[in-house]
Protein backbone atom coordinates (compact mmCIF):
# COMPACT_ATOMS: atom_id res chain seq x y z
CA UNK A 1 0.00 0.00 0.00
CA UNK A 2 1.58 3.26 -1.03
CA UNK A 3 2.27 4.92 2.42
CA UNK A 4 3.24 8.34 3.97
CA UNK A 5 5.05 8.04 7.60
CA UNK A 6 5.04 11.58 9.02
CA UNK A 7 6.84 12.39 12.56
CA UNK A 8 5.47 15.10 14.76
CA UNK A 9 2.06 14.51 13.37
CA UNK A 10 0.04 15.70 16.80
CA UNK A 11 0.82 19.28 16.14
CA UNK A 12 1.58 22.38 14.97
CA UNK A 13 3.86 21.88 11.40
CA UNK A 14 3.40 18.33 11.17
CA UNK A 15 -0.63 18.44 11.44
CA UNK A 16 -0.66 20.33 8.52
CA UNK A 17 1.74 18.46 6.93
CA UNK A 18 -0.72 15.76 7.31
CA UNK A 19 -3.93 18.02 6.16
CA UNK A 20 -2.40 19.24 2.94
CA UNK A 21 -0.65 15.82 1.81
CA UNK A 22 -3.48 14.59 -0.19
CA UNK A 23 -3.42 17.71 -2.52
CA UNK A 24 0.25 17.04 -3.79
CA UNK A 25 0.52 13.22 -3.26
CA UNK A 26 -2.60 11.93 -3.66
CA UNK A 27 -1.45 8.36 -4.70
CA UNK A 28 -0.87 7.79 -0.76
CA UNK A 29 -3.56 5.05 0.29
CA UNK A 30 -2.17 5.19 3.87
CA UNK A 31 -0.97 7.74 6.84
CA UNK A 32 1.81 6.75 9.66
CA UNK A 33 1.63 8.85 12.07
CA UNK A 34 3.97 9.76 14.80
CA UNK A 35 4.44 11.36 18.05
CA UNK A 36 3.51 10.95 21.44
CA UNK A 37 0.28 11.95 22.36
CA UNK A 38 -2.47 9.06 21.10
CA UNK A 39 -5.44 11.58 21.52
CA UNK A 40 -3.99 13.82 19.20
CA UNK A 41 -3.24 11.61 16.26
CA UNK A 42 -6.64 9.48 16.96
CA UNK A 43 -8.49 13.21 16.16
CA UNK A 44 -6.42 14.17 13.43
CA UNK A 45 -7.11 10.49 12.01
CA UNK A 46 -10.68 11.31 11.83
CA UNK A 47 -10.07 13.86 9.43
CA UNK A 48 -8.86 11.81 6.90
CA UNK A 49 -11.90 9.44 5.72
CA UNK A 50 -10.89 6.68 2.83
CA UNK A 51 -7.46 6.49 3.90
CA UNK A 52 -6.04 3.94 6.10
CA UNK A 53 -4.09 5.53 9.12
CA UNK A 54 -2.11 3.97 11.66
CA UNK A 55 -1.39 5.91 14.71
CA UNK A 56 1.75 5.11 16.06
CA UNK A 57 1.89 7.05 19.45
CA UNK A 58 6.04 6.89 19.83
CA UNK A 59 8.69 8.57 21.88
CA UNK A 60 11.98 8.73 19.13
CA UNK A 61 13.31 9.86 22.42
CA UNK A 62 13.37 6.14 23.61
CA UNK A 63 15.13 3.45 21.51
CA UNK A 64 12.34 1.06 21.65
CA UNK A 65 10.24 3.99 19.75
CA UNK A 66 12.20 3.45 17.06
CA UNK A 67 12.00 -0.73 17.49
CA UNK A 68 8.45 -0.60 17.17
CA UNK A 69 8.61 1.52 13.79
CA UNK A 70 10.60 -1.01 12.55
CA UNK A 71 9.16 -4.32 13.21
CA UNK A 72 5.66 -2.58 11.96
CA UNK A 73 7.75 -2.10 8.83
CA UNK A 74 9.34 -5.47 8.86
CA UNK A 75 5.15 -6.88 9.76
CA UNK A 76 3.61 -4.55 6.64
CA UNK A 77 6.16 -4.49 3.73
CA UNK A 78 4.43 -0.78 3.11
CA UNK A 79 5.74 1.09 -0.40
CA UNK A 80 6.50 4.20 1.62
CA UNK A 81 5.63 7.18 -1.00
CA UNK A 82 6.80 9.65 1.53
CA UNK A 83 8.82 10.15 4.55
CA UNK A 84 8.10 13.36 6.45
CA UNK A 85 11.04 13.75 9.38
CA UNK A 86 9.18 16.85 11.39
CA UNK A 87 9.58 15.87 14.96
CA UNK A 88 11.50 18.20 16.23
CA UNK A 89 12.36 20.28 19.43
CA UNK A 90 14.58 23.40 20.57
CA UNK A 91 15.30 25.36 23.95
CA UNK A 92 16.80 28.68 24.66
CA UNK A 93 19.36 28.37 27.26
CA UNK A 94 23.05 28.91 27.22
CA UNK A 95 25.97 26.28 27.22
CA UNK A 96 26.85 25.21 31.11
CA UNK A 97 23.22 26.75 32.33
CA UNK A 98 20.78 24.81 30.74
CA UNK A 99 20.19 21.26 31.62
CA UNK A 100 21.64 18.40 30.34
CA UNK A 101 18.83 16.01 29.59
CA UNK A 102 16.90 19.47 27.46
CA UNK A 103 20.72 19.91 25.49
CA UNK A 104 20.86 16.32 24.71
CA UNK A 105 16.87 16.02 23.98
CA UNK A 106 17.77 17.50 20.89
CA UNK A 107 20.37 15.81 19.63
CA UNK A 108 18.11 12.57 20.50
CA UNK A 109 15.25 14.11 18.39
CA UNK A 110 16.60 16.59 15.94
CA UNK A 111 19.42 14.35 15.08
CA UNK A 112 19.83 10.81 16.17
CA UNK A 113 16.16 10.04 15.73
CA UNK A 114 15.74 11.70 12.02
CA UNK A 115 18.81 9.58 11.42
CA UNK A 116 17.21 6.54 12.17
CA UNK A 117 13.81 6.55 10.93
CA UNK A 118 15.64 7.25 7.76
CA UNK A 119 17.60 4.62 7.53
CA UNK A 120 14.88 2.13 8.56
CA UNK A 121 12.37 3.48 6.00
CA UNK A 122 14.47 4.16 2.82
CA UNK A 123 14.86 0.48 2.12
CA UNK A 124 10.74 0.69 1.60
CA UNK A 125 11.16 3.23 -0.57
CA UNK A 126 10.82 2.92 -4.68
CA UNK A 127 11.87 5.11 -7.64
CA UNK A 128 9.58 8.24 -7.36
CA UNK A 129 9.95 8.02 -3.23
CA UNK A 130 10.74 11.70 -1.72
CA UNK A 131 12.07 12.36 2.09
CA UNK A 132 11.08 15.32 3.14
CA UNK A 133 13.40 16.23 6.31
CA UNK A 134 12.20 19.70 8.49
CA UNK A 135 14.82 22.03 9.07
CA UNK A 136 15.37 25.71 9.94
CA UNK A 137 16.94 28.94 8.91
CA UNK A 138 18.64 27.77 12.15
CA UNK A 139 20.43 25.51 10.29
CA UNK A 140 22.86 28.99 8.22
CA UNK A 141 24.17 29.87 10.65
CA UNK A 142 25.10 28.76 14.45
CA UNK A 143 22.32 31.12 17.32
CA UNK A 144 24.37 31.75 20.60
CA UNK A 145 21.55 30.85 23.30
CA UNK A 146 20.57 27.93 20.97
CA UNK A 147 23.45 26.85 19.88
CA UNK A 148 22.60 23.07 19.92
CA UNK A 149 19.71 23.91 18.41
CA UNK A 150 21.09 25.15 15.53
CA UNK A 151 23.95 22.82 15.44
CA UNK A 152 21.18 19.80 15.22
CA UNK A 153 19.25 21.53 12.27
CA UNK A 154 23.08 22.39 10.28
CA UNK A 155 23.13 18.27 10.50
CA UNK A 156 19.50 18.14 9.21
CA UNK A 157 20.52 20.00 6.02
CA UNK A 158 23.60 18.52 5.42
CA UNK A 159 22.50 15.17 6.06
CA UNK A 160 19.65 16.19 3.10
CA UNK A 161 21.91 17.17 0.77
CA UNK A 162 24.36 13.78 1.32
CA UNK A 163 21.45 11.41 1.26
CA UNK A 164 19.95 13.38 -1.91
CA UNK A 165 22.93 12.53 -3.85
CA UNK A 166 23.63 9.20 -2.36
CA UNK A 167 19.78 8.42 -3.69
CA UNK A 168 19.51 9.79 -6.75
CA UNK A 169 20.56 6.64 -8.50
CA UNK A 170 17.70 4.96 -6.71
CA UNK A 171 15.40 7.56 -7.82
CA UNK A 172 14.36 8.51 -4.53
CA UNK A 173 14.53 12.75 -3.35
CA UNK A 174 15.71 14.17 -0.39
CA UNK A 175 14.46 17.38 0.27
CA UNK A 176 15.24 20.19 3.22
CA UNK A 177 12.72 22.54 4.33
CA UNK A 178 13.94 25.53 6.67
CA UNK A 179 11.49 27.69 7.48
CA UNK A 180 11.74 31.16 9.85
CA UNK A 181 9.44 31.17 13.28
CA UNK A 182 5.83 29.60 13.45
CA UNK A 183 3.92 30.24 15.66
CA UNK A 184 3.27 26.97 17.23
CA UNK A 185 3.92 24.87 20.56
CA UNK A 186 7.48 24.63 19.67
CA UNK A 187 8.09 28.30 21.24
CA UNK A 188 6.36 27.83 24.90
CA UNK A 189 7.88 24.03 25.09
CA UNK A 190 11.19 25.76 24.77
CA UNK A 191 10.80 28.52 26.43
CA UNK A 192 10.89 30.96 23.85
CA UNK A 193 8.40 33.14 24.11
CA UNK A 194 8.83 36.44 25.84
CA UNK A 195 12.33 35.14 26.02
CA UNK A 196 14.23 36.60 23.36
CA UNK A 197 14.27 39.83 21.45
CA UNK A 198 15.48 38.03 18.35
CA UNK A 199 12.16 35.98 17.88
CA UNK A 200 10.01 39.11 18.77
CA UNK A 201 11.97 40.84 16.04
CA UNK A 202 11.96 38.43 13.49
CA UNK A 203 8.80 38.19 11.07
CA UNK A 204 6.86 34.57 10.92
CA UNK A 205 5.74 32.16 8.91
CA UNK A 206 2.93 30.46 8.24
CA UNK A 207 2.55 26.93 9.19
CA UNK A 208 -0.35 26.34 6.72
CA UNK A 209 1.99 27.81 3.70
CA UNK A 210 5.03 26.78 4.83
CA UNK A 211 3.71 22.99 4.90
CA UNK A 212 1.96 23.07 1.41
CA UNK A 213 5.44 24.75 -0.14
CA UNK A 214 7.80 22.46 1.16
CA UNK A 215 5.12 19.30 -0.06
CA UNK A 216 5.54 20.91 -3.43
CA UNK A 217 9.27 21.42 -3.14
CA UNK A 218 9.29 17.63 -2.30
CA UNK A 219 7.76 16.18 -5.11
CA UNK A 220 9.63 18.61 -7.15
CA UNK A 221 12.94 16.98 -5.91
CA UNK A 222 14.34 20.00 -4.68
CA UNK A 223 17.04 19.71 -1.88
CA UNK A 224 16.59 23.13 0.32
CA UNK A 225 13.59 24.75 0.49
CA UNK A 226 13.66 28.44 2.42
CA UNK A 227 9.99 29.71 2.55
CA UNK A 228 9.97 33.65 2.50
CA UNK A 229 11.83 35.91 0.49
CA UNK A 230 13.70 37.19 3.52
CA UNK A 231 14.92 34.05 4.84
CA UNK A 232 16.08 33.14 1.39
CA UNK A 233 17.98 36.86 1.67
CA UNK A 234 19.37 35.28 4.98
CA UNK A 235 20.27 32.36 3.85
CA UNK A 236 21.98 34.05 1.05
CA UNK A 237 24.29 36.53 3.44
CA UNK A 238 24.97 33.76 5.62
CA UNK A 239 26.78 31.97 2.38
CA UNK A 240 28.87 34.81 1.81
CA UNK A 241 29.25 36.44 5.24
CA UNK A 242 32.26 34.99 6.90
CA UNK A 243 30.33 32.68 9.79
CA UNK A 244 32.42 34.33 13.02
CA UNK A 245 31.43 38.02 11.84
CA UNK A 246 28.02 36.63 10.94
CA UNK A 247 27.07 34.53 14.79
CA UNK A 248 27.53 38.18 16.61
CA UNK A 249 24.21 38.81 14.49
CA UNK A 250 22.34 35.66 14.83
CA UNK A 251 22.19 35.84 18.50
CA UNK A 252 18.54 34.43 19.79
N1 LIG B 1 7.97 26.72 15.35
C1 LIG B 1 9.10 27.26 14.90
O1 LIG B 1 9.38 28.46 15.17
C2 LIG B 1 10.02 26.45 14.03
C3 LIG B 1 10.90 27.12 13.17
C4 LIG B 1 11.74 26.39 12.33
C5 LIG B 1 11.69 25.00 12.37
N2 LIG B 1 10.84 24.37 13.22
C6 LIG B 1 10.82 22.90 13.23
O2 LIG B 1 9.53 22.47 12.84
C7 LIG B 1 9.32 21.14 13.31
C8 LIG B 1 7.91 21.04 13.88
O3 LIG B 1 7.83 21.87 15.01
P1 LIG B 1 6.53 22.75 15.35
O4 LIG B 1 6.91 24.15 15.23
O5 LIG B 1 5.37 22.24 14.61
O6 LIG B 1 6.42 22.46 16.92
P2 LIG B 1 5.42 21.56 17.77
O7 LIG B 1 4.03 22.01 17.55
O8 LIG B 1 5.97 21.57 19.15
O9 LIG B 1 5.57 20.10 17.12
C9 LIG B 1 6.57 19.19 17.48
C10 LIG B 1 6.08 17.79 17.16
O10 LIG B 1 7.12 16.86 17.50
C11 LIG B 1 6.54 15.84 18.34
N3 LIG B 1 7.51 15.32 19.30
C12 LIG B 1 8.16 16.04 20.26
N4 LIG B 1 8.93 15.21 20.99
C13 LIG B 1 8.75 13.96 20.49
C14 LIG B 1 9.24 12.67 20.85
N5 LIG B 1 10.11 12.52 21.87
N6 LIG B 1 8.84 11.59 20.14
C15 LIG B 1 7.96 11.75 19.13
N7 LIG B 1 7.46 12.92 18.72
C16 LIG B 1 7.84 14.02 19.42
C17 LIG B 1 5.38 16.52 19.06
O11 LIG B 1 4.39 15.57 19.43
P3 LIG B 1 4.17 14.96 20.91
O12 LIG B 1 4.43 16.06 21.89
O13 LIG B 1 2.75 14.50 20.87
O14 LIG B 1 5.15 13.84 21.01
C18 LIG B 1 4.84 17.42 17.95
O15 LIG B 1 3.95 16.71 17.13
C19 LIG B 1 10.45 20.84 14.29
O16 LIG B 1 11.42 20.03 13.67
C20 LIG B 1 11.04 22.23 14.58
O17 LIG B 1 12.41 22.17 14.91
C21 LIG B 1 9.99 25.06 14.05
Known sequence: MKTAIITGASSGLGREFVRQIADVFPEVESYWLIA????????????????????????????????????????EQPEVVLLVNNAGCGYLGRIGEMDTASQTRMVDLNVRALTAV???????????????????????CPNPRM??????????????????????????????????????????IGGITGNSKMFAALPYCDQVRVAGGALRAARAGRTIYTPKLFYKFYRALAKVTPVKLMVKFAKT
Request: hydrophobic share 40%; net charge neutral; proline share 5%.
Open 36 to 75: RRADRLAELAETLPGKTVACLPLDLCDAMGFMALQEKLTA
Open 147 to 188: TVYSSTKAYVSSFTVGMAEELRSKGITATAVCPGPMKTEFLD
Open 118 to 140: TNMTVPYMASGGCILNVSSIASF
